[in-house]
């Protein structure tokens, strides 16, 4: 009987029709059993919205209570051994306050949208905006069919007459929901239209069929769907506008973004400018999204579609299908430590960093030997183009003829230095004396990484620099695609920041792992103030960088962790994971936009194809999203331990490359080193460095026996 009903579209008693699909004309349902159907569905979409409501509460309190946990017992501490790898107690400080400010701002903005979605369901606001927007068009169509310049277009012969025709059989489609018809001339096309598509369900396809595939949705009903959506996620947009503010603000007064390029100044009409497109592409995009929900069938092509391209893009990735346009360099570059900010004469760009990545002109490089070049250049997308050329026997720093037309010498050595192995040595003429121009060989290190890979028989592609400085000074490392062609990413964030006055490029990890604290002293963060606009405030803005660079060896086993994933086929049982998780999700949307049981329990008499959805996006679906995210995070963070463990097993170099590298990443990003297991559980889709760290060092002992020391013994030694 209940799945005659849902077929049916039987579900409520109640004598006022509102939805899309009137139960007076539901065939094949003798009259005098209507009542009686429709009264055994009275109690059951009440429960389905207690359950639903009952779950996505209980899902909230879960985690907020674990938030709450989490922000009054974080301590910042690194385990038993380790706590030399802070640089001072204020970095631990400055790791808690980060992270709690970070929990905070989240709390707050998941209970905002908490109390919002249960204000919603309480009041049943999806079924009644959706009444106000239907009202607010039919009152449209009332005052068109009234209005004076109705009847002057149907008098005036300057428009003609088909386009009239034309426009105006559109428009009534639009209408159609809404019981109006604007002109008068478009009884003609409607009555052809009607006998199509009575010609075509008597001629290819039965009634059954027909309604099996499709829904009886018209032109205007999907627009309004795509309106309503619109409506509902720029709503939801501006809710979180204040939050994503103060994120931003964070962000900027811990020094993880660049505040050359990214201010808090600019946000508001950023926000403006967000809204108004999300106002103007917004409806057409859901109004695609609803052509193909709108079928029974529509949520497996919504999910078969994309998941087939995922698929076969992993398997023929190509750099342009990640954004990546650098290919790491061949030959030496050079890398900025330690300069200050420095004044620019370009009003526009009032304030620039010099701590930035120096790739060889081309055209010296084919003339020249590696370490005889004379001439490098920024190629990333941070404000100002900087050269370094030597001068006279002295290297300066400058800017670049169609940036700064003067070319301002910005920086120079202190005394002459014949080539690249005598600048690494000099001091500069700003900044103190931390302040070294390194350099890196990109060949050497390409050589490592294709000759690991080589060794286990692991296919790369090509190797790409990732310009992440521009934006964040956080590091970050990726290998992506599937089978033997993968792409490697290396974030030029890997390479920046200081590596102490003595040490060389290629140092050890054990001689690295003192490098001084990520967030440097910085003058007062700028704050609101617009440093493009007309040049009138040109105060130094906060700046800060990585301060603990990688190593060549950390680098290579970071990289080895990440091609563990594609040998041990990490990447294809990802795939196969999204492909199972998104299949539930998806068929749970399109049961939500489609089921008349649904439609009850939003207090809908029959389904309202973007009423079900968008009650889906915010009330069903982050719970089931949720539940199923704590599985697929598991299998993840499995996978990690086990990507570790392969480098670790390659040589015991690769393992402590690797614990170093974990911990430079910790330090450079205040993440915390231990955080509670049910706060992994719930939110970290990596383990945390501790049981990680942890995890290595069994490892090596495993597989090193008695002749591995871990790096806590050595630490601990007198």
Same mark, same amino acid.
């Given at each position: 009987?209940?799945?005659?009903?849902?077929?049916? *579209?039987?579900?409520?008693?109640?004598?006022?029709?509102?939805?899309?699909?009137?139960?007076?004309?539901?065939?094949?349902?003798?009259?005098?059993?209507?009542?009686?159907?429709? *009264?055994?569905?009275?109690? =059951?979409?009440?429960?389905?919205?207690?359950?639903?409501?009952?779950?996505?509460?209980?899902?909230?309190?879960?985690?907020?209570?674990?938030?709450?946990?989490?922000?009054?017992?974080?301590?910042?501490?690194?385990?038993?051994?380790?706590?030399?790898?802070?640089?001072?107690?204020?970095?631990?400080?400055?790791?808690?306050?980060?992270?709690?400010?970070?929990?905070?701002?989240?709390?707050?903005?998941?209970?905002?949208?908490?109390?919002?979605?249960?204000?919603?369901?309480?009041?049943?606001?999806?079924?009644?905006?959706?009444? =106000?927007?239907?009202?607010?068009?039919?009152?449209?169509?009332?005052?068109?069919?009234?209005?004076?310049?109705?009847?002057?277009?149907?008098?005036?012969?300057?428009?003609?007459?088909?386009?009239?025709?034309?426009?105006?059989?559109?428009?009534?489609?639009?209408?159609?929901?809404?019981?109006?018809?604007?002109?008068?001339?478009?009884?003609?096309?409607?009555?052809?239209?009607?006998?199509?598509?009575?010609?075509?369900?008597?001629?290819?396809?039965?009634?059954?069929?027909?309604?099996?595939?499709?829904?009886?949705?018209?032109?205007?009903?999907?627009?309004?769907?795509?309106?309503?959506?619109?409506?509902?996620?720029?709503?939801?947009?501006?809710?979180?506008?204040?939050?994503?503010?103060?994120?931003?603000?964070?962000?900027?007064?811990? @020094?993880?973004?660049?505040?050359?390029?990214?201010?808090?100044?600019?946000?508001?009409?950023?926000?403006?400018?967000?809204?108004?497109?999300?106002?103007?592409?917004?409806?057409?995009?859901?109004?695609?999204?609803?052509?193909?929900?709108?079928?029974?069938?529509?949520?497996?092509?919504?999910?078969?579609?994309?998941?087939?391209? =995922?698929?076969?893009?992993?398997?023929?990735?190509?750099?342009?299908?990640?954004?990546?346009?650098?290919?790491?360099?061949?030959?030496?570059?050079?890398? @900025?430590?330690?300069?200050?900010?420095?004044?620019?004469?370009?009003?526009?760009?009032?304030?620039?960093?010099?701590?930035?990545?120096?790739?060889?002109?081309?055209?010296?490089?084919?003339?020249?030997?590696?370490?005889?070049?004379?001439?490098?250049?920024?190629?990333?997308?941070?404000?100002?183009?900087?050269?370094?050329?030597?001068?006279?026997?002295?290297?300066?720093?400058?800017?670049?003829?169609?940036?700064?037309?003067?070319?301002?010498?910005?920086?120079?050595?202190?005394?002459?230095?014949?080539?690249?192995?005598?600048?690494?040595?000099?001091?500069?003429?700003?900044?103190?004396?931390?302040?070294?121009?390194?350099?890196?060989?990109?060949?050497?290190?390409?050589?490592?990484?294709?000759?690991?890979?080589?060794?286990?028989?692991?296919?790369?592609?090509?190797?790409?620099?990732?310009?992440?400085?521009?934006?964040?000074?956080?590091?970050?490392?990726?290998?992506?695609?599937?089978?033997?062609?993968?792409?490697?990413?290396?974030?030029?964030?890997?390479?920046?920041?200081?590596?102490?006055?003595?040490?060389?490029?290629?140092?050890?990890?054990?001689?690295?792992?003192?490098?001084?604290?990520?967030?440097?002293?910085?003058?007062?963060?700028?704050? @609101?103030?617009?440093?493009?606009?007309?040049?009138?405030?040109?105060?130094?803005?906060?700046?800060?960088?990585?301060?603990?660079?990688?190593?060549?060896?950390?680098?290579?086993?970071?990289?080895?962790?990440?091609?563990?994933?594609?040998?041990?086929?990490?990447?294809?049982?990802?795939?196969?994971?999204?492909?199972?998780?998104?299949?539930?999700?998806?068929?749970?949307?399109?049961?939500?936009?489609?089921?008349?049981?649904?439609?009850?329990?939003?207090?809908?008499?029959?389904?309202?194809?973007?009423?079900?959805?968008?009650?889906?996006?915010?009330?069903?679906?982050?719970?089931?999203?949720?539940?199923?995210?704590?599985?697929?995070?598991?299998?993840?963070?499995?996978?990690?331990?086990?990507?570790?463990?392969?480098?670790?097993?390659?040589?015991?170099?690769?393992?402590?490359?690797?614990?170093?590298?974990?911990?430079?990443?910790?330090?450079?990003?205040?993440?915390?080193?231990?955080?509670?297991?049910?706060?992994?559980?719930?939110?970290?889709?990596?383990?945390?460095?501790?049981?990680?760290?942890?995890?290595?060092?069994?490892?090596?002992?495993?597989?090193?026996?008695?002749?591995?020391?871990?790096?806590?013994?050595?630490?601990?030694?007198?």
């Amino acid at each position: 009987m209940s799945a005659d009903l849902e077929k049916q *579209g039987i579900i409520t008693q109640s004598s006022e029709h509102y939805g899309a699909i009137d139960p007076k004309k539901v065939t094949n349902v003798p009259t005098e059993k209507l009542p009686l159907l429709l *009264g055994r569905w009275a109690v =059951a979409p009440d429960q389905l919205c207690r359950i639903g409501f009952a779950a996505y509460v209980t899902w909230f309190l879960i985690h907020r209570m674990a938030d709450l946990a989490y922000i009054c017992s974080i301590d910042g501490r690194f385990p038993g051994g380790l706590s030399h790898l802070y640089p001072s107690d204020a970095q631990r400080y400055e790791t808690i306050s980060y992270t709690r400010q970070v929990l905070l701002l989240g709390l707050a903005h998941r209970c905002l949208v908490f109390a919002a979605v249960v204000a919603m369901c309480y009041f049943r606001l999806f079924a009644k905006f959706d009444a =106000a927007l239907r009202s607010f068009f039919t009152s449209i169509g009332d005052w068109w069919a009234a209005s004076s310049l109705r009847a002057f277009c149907v008098r005036s012969s300057v428009v003609p007459l088909h386009l009239l025709s034309t426009i105006w059989f559109c428009l009534t489609w639009l209408m159609a929901p809404f019981g109006r018809c604007l002109w008068p001339i478009c009884q003609r096309p409607c009555t052809w239209l009607t006998n199509l598509k009575d010609r075509t369900l008597n001629g290819r396809l039965t009634n059954e069929t027909w309604k099996l595939v499709c829904f009886p949705l018209s032109f205007g009903e999907l627009a309004l769907g795509g309106v309503y959506l619109t409506l509902i996620s720029c709503f939801f947009f501006a809710m979180g506008t204040p939050f994503m503010y103060y994120q931003q603000v964070i962000d900027l007064k811990f @020094g993880f973004a660049n505040s050359l390029s990214v201010s808090v100044a600019n946000f508001k009409g950023n926000v403006v400018a967000m809204i108004i497109s999300m106002l103007i592409m917004g409806p057409p995009k859901k109004f695609m999204f609803l052509v193909i929900l709108q079928y029974r069938i529509g949520w497996i092509l919504m999910w078969a579609v994309p998941m087939l391209a =995922a698929i076969y893009g992993q398997y023929n990735i190509t750099a342009g299908m990640m954004g990546m346009k650098m290919v790491f360099p061949t030959g030496n570059f050079a890398v @900025g430590r330690g300069f200050p900010l420095v004044e620019t004469p370009v009003v526009g760009t009032p304030w620039m960093s010099l701590n930035r990545l120096y790739f060889p002109d081309p055209f010296s490089q084919s003339l020249a030997p590696d370490d005889q070049v004379s001439s490098f250049y920024t190629q990333d997308k941070s404000k100002g183009a900087l050269a370094l050329a030597k001068h006279d026997g002295k290297w300066a720093i400058s800017g670049t003829g169609w940036f700064d037309p003067n070319s301002k010498v910005y920086a120079e050595t202190k005394g002459p230095a014949q080539n690249l192995e005598e600048l690494k040595q000099q001091s500069w003429s700003v900044g103190g004396e931390q302040t070294r121009m390194g350099v890196r060989s990109g060949k050497e290190l390409r050589d490592k990484l294709f000759g690991f890979a080589a060794d286990r028989r692991i296919g790369i592609g090509d190797i790409y620099m990732v310009d992440g400085s521009h934006r964040d000074a956080r590091a970050n490392a990726f290998v992506t695609g599937a089978g033997n062609h993968s792409i490697i990413g290396l974030y030029d964030t890997l390479f920046l920041g200081n590596r102490g006055k003595d040490q060389e490029e290629d140092a050890d990890q054990e001689e690295d792992a003192g490098s001084p604290s990520m967030i440097q002293d910085m003058s007062e963060a700028i704050q @609101g103030v617009d440093v493009e606009r007309e040049g009138q405030d040109r105060r130094a803005p906060w700046s800060s960088a990585v301060s603990a660079a990688m190593n060549d060896d950390e680098i290579v086993a970071i990289l080895a962790h990440e091609l563990a994933h594609s040998a041990m086929k990490h990447m294809e049982m990802g795939m196969a994971t999204q492909v199972f998780t998104s299949f539930l999700t998806f068929a749970t949307l399109g049961w939500m936009a489609s089921s008349p049981l649904a439609a009850a329990a939003l207090s809908l008499s029959a389904p309202i194809l973007h009423v079900g959805a968008c009650a889906y996006d915010h009330v069903v679906g982050p719970p089931l999203t949720g539940v199923m995210k704590l599985f697929t995070d598991g299998l993840t963070r499995h996978n990690e331990y086990e990507a570790d463990a392969y480098a670790a097993k390659i040589s015991e170099k690769y393992g402590t490359g690797m614990q170093t590298a974990l911990a430079k990443l910790t330090v450079n990003s205040n993440q915390d080193p231990d955080p509670p297991f049910f706060f992994e559980a719930l939110h970290s889709d990596h383990p945390p460095f501790a049981r990680r760290w942890a995890h290595i060092d069994e490892t090596m002992k495993a597989t090193y026996g008695a002749g591995y020391k871990s790096l806590v013994d050595a630490a601990e030694k007198p």
